[in-house]
């Protein structure tokens, strides 16, 4: 399995400091060189994931930043971003890896579902939240993930009561976990082993999300 190699962070923690394109410019094939290496380590967890999953594609996210909406004018990211897809419209749900100096994590789950799928995650929970909640106290789990995380409307969402004993599960607006790693276990020998113990830890979170997005409330495919 690959490493990730040390300089990812020495480069980002210069970036940082230096964000402009008269210092990036001159650093462009530095750049490229980890840019290969993090697309190689990206291909190795993808085809593992691919033991018991099906990942259509790793897209590593462009390095230039798109500030024409933004106060913030600096030019490039300082992190490397990979998401990892999951083959659709059967399987619902996805991987990502965020790699930074002193900030590290990866996600999984639901991070802007379209409004017809919110809705018919919250019409499940509505009708039936244990499910849910079994998954979500599962020791595995926990162990690996956490808690189930993600933004939330003040009260109800429209059309749901705010009074429904499952409200804490309907109001979410995303559906998230979230795992931080420090930089020393980024440069572990044994990261990658981590990731894929992690990413296969939440499939019965994902077999859910995608048996209820791909029904209809009685239970019938919608595919």
Same mark, same amino acid.
């Given at each position: 399995?690959?490493?990730?190699?040390?300089?990812?962070?020495?480069?980002?923690?210069?970036?940082?400091?230096?964000?402009?394109?008269?210092?990036?410019?001159?650093?462009?094939?530095?750049?490229?060189?980890?840019?290969?290496?993090?697309?190689?380590?990206?291909?190795?967890?993808?085809? &593992? !994931?691919?033991?018991?999953?099906?990942?259509?594609? &790793?897209?590593?996210?462009?390095?230039? *930043?798109?500030?024409?909406?933004?106060?913030?004018?600096?030019?490039?990211?300082? @992190?490397? =971003?990979? +998401?990892?897809?999951?083959?659709?419209?059967? !399987? *619902?749900? =996805?991987?990502? #890896? @965020?790699?930074?100096? =002193?900030?590290?994590?990866?996600?999984?789950?639901?991070?802007?579902?379209?409004?017809?799928?919110?809705? *018919?995650?919250?019409?499940?929970?509505?009708?039936?939240?244990?499910?849910?909640?079994?998954?979500?106290?599962?020791?595995?789990?926990?162990?690996?993930?956490?808690? #189930?995380? =993600?933004?939330?409307?003040?009260? &109800?969402?429209?059309?749901?009561?705010?009074?429904?004993?499952?409200?804490?599960?309907?109001?979410?607006?995303?559906?998230?976990?979230?795992?931080?790693?420090?930089?020393?276990?980024?440069?572990?020998?044994?990261?990658?082993?981590?990731?894929?113990?992690?990413? /296969?830890?939440?499939?019965?979170?994902?077999?859910?999300?995608? +048996?209820? !997005?791909?029904?209809?409330? /009685?239970?019938?495919?919608?595919?």
């Amino acid at each position: 399995m690959s490493k990730i190699n040390p300089d990812v962070f020495a480069f980002y923690t210069e970036l940082t400091q230096n964000n402009t394109r008269e210092w990036f410019d001159p650093q462009k094939p530095r750049f490229k060189s980890l840019e290969t290496e993090i697309k190689q380590f990206a291909e190795e967890l993808k085809n &593992a !994931l691919n033991q018991t999953d099906e990942i259509e594609r &790793a897209k590593l996210f462009r390095i230039y *930043r798109d500030v024409r909406f933004s106060n913030d004018k600096t030019p490039f990211k300082t @992190h490397f =971003g990979i +998401s990892f897809h999951r083959k659709k419209p059967q !399987l *619902r749900g =996805g991987y990502y #890896l @965020h790699i930074a100096p =002193g900030d590290s994590f990866i996600a999984t789950g639901f991070w802007d579902p379209n409004k017809d799928d919110l809705l *018919r995650i919250r019409k499940e929970l509505e009708m039936d939240a244990q499910e849910l909640r079994n998954l979500m106290a599962n020791p595995k789990l926990k162990s690996y993930w956490g808690e #189930l995380q =993600g933004d939330e409307v003040k009260s &109800a969402p429209k059309g749901f009561s705010k009074e429904h004993a499952d409200i804490d599960l309907i109001k979410k607006k995303q559906y998230l976990f979230i795992k931080k790693f420090t930089d020393s276990e980024v440069l572990a020998a044994d990261f990658q082993k981590h990731l894929i113990e992690h990413f /296969n830890a939440i499939r019965p979170f994902f077999d859910y999300m995608s +048996s209820v !997005l791909t029904t209809n409330l /009685n239970g019938e495919s919608l595919l």
